[in-house]
């Protein structure tokens, strides 16, 4: 595990952050009967029959106010890209949390219930089956209801966004704000809003690990030429990016047009690139916008880095070399 998936985990490992992630999906009624004060990290190393280890994202017991004995456990799993068999895995993930609980003889007579949650920071569209029916070959109608059985909540970051309507202090809506922006000039803004939020008794902790993802988010997409030092609280990250803004800045843009262009189809790339080629300069002629989807994966790639810096339509298109080279 890389230091910034660990960092990202340790980030919902605090009840505020997980609670206000699955607020973005789920009723408030449902919410109110958790017992956030009782929330705990389940351990997700599992061992399969045959030995092969299996490590899941994340699992988490929680009480509920409505019943004694009942728990909800979460399973959280945080993809950047599309998985077809998400729902086959959760499956799988599942059954080896439940033998996990039995031989740890955590469950006293009947299993507690599962809710599969998964998180997705992607751009491409999440068109995978939710539902691990359908995955399953259709059969004849006496076998369906001997066909396993899972569905799990899909919470896409982006298609929250753009649908809007994420309270302003979500914890979660204000990370995933940070993920899909495209300007270091918002971060400070996002920075000041996440850490007015977690102000006060009791979030120190939750501070210093948005702090340490966060840093790591910024130096992966930015990546500036000076070392930067660690810093251990969202005050002292909001000082270091205002002090020297525009050492970020040009990196920051070149990735973010990089990664939207890697994440999307061919078609998907070409409209991308128009779309920012007419915010900046116009409405282009039809030629260009011919040659532009007509053009291959690397040309699209030169294209879009010759934008960071062109001051002309001319200046993009000047230059055909990879852009490795």
Not at 113 to 120: E, K, M, R
Not at 137 to 160: K, T
Not at 225 to 243: N, R, W
């Amino acid at each position: 595990m890389s230091e910034r998936d660990a960092a990202y985990r340790r980030v919902f490992h605090h009840p505020q952050m997980l609670r206000d992630l699955l607020a973005c999906v789920l009723e408030a009624d449902w919410l109110r009967d958790l017992d956030w004060a009782g929330l705990r990290e389940v351990n997700t190393q599992y061992v399969a029959e045959r030995l092969q280890r299996r490590v899941g994202d994340g699992a988490w017991k929680i009480p509920r106010r409505s019943g004694r004995a009942l728990y909800v456990l979460l399973m959280l799993e945080h993809q950047s890209r599309p998985d077809a068999y998400m729902a086959l895995r959760m499956a799988t993930y599942a059954g080896l949390l439940y033998q996990s609980l039995l031989r740890q003889k955590q469950v006293r007579r009947l299993l507690p219930p599962i809710l599969p949650v998964v998180l997705y920071s992607g751009r491409r569209p999440w068109r995978a089956q939710r539902d691990l029916a359908g995955l399953i070959e259709p059969s004849v109608p006496d076998l369906s209801s001997y066909q396993l059985q899972l569905r799990y909540v899909l919470i896409d970051e982006g298609a929250l966004l753009r649908a809007g309507g994420l309270p302003d202090a979500n914890l979660a809506g204000l990370l995933f704000r940070l993920e899909h922006s495209t300007a270091i000039e918002q971060i400070p803004e996002i920075l000041h809003t996440l850490m007015d939020a977690v102000q006060g008794e009791g979030f120190e902790e939750l501070n210093r690990s948005l702090a340490a993802y966060i840093q790591h988010l910024v130096l992966s997409r930015a990546q500036p030429q000076e070392a930067v030092p660690q810093v251990t609280s969202l005050q002292e990250l909001v000082m270091l990016i205002s002090e020297k803004p525009g050492m970020w800045a040009r990196q920051w843009k070149r990735e973010g047009i990089l990664e939207g262009l890697r994440q999307g189809e061919l078609s998907g790339q070409a409209a991308l690139l128009e779309r920012l080629l007419i915010r900046k300069f116009g409405p282009l002629p039809d030629t260009l916008v011919q040659r532009i989807h007509t053009g291959s994966a690397a040309e699209l790639e030169v294209w879009a880095l010759n934008f960071v810096d062109a001051d002309s339509i001319v200046q993009v298109f000047a230059s055909t070399q990879s852009p490795s080279s």
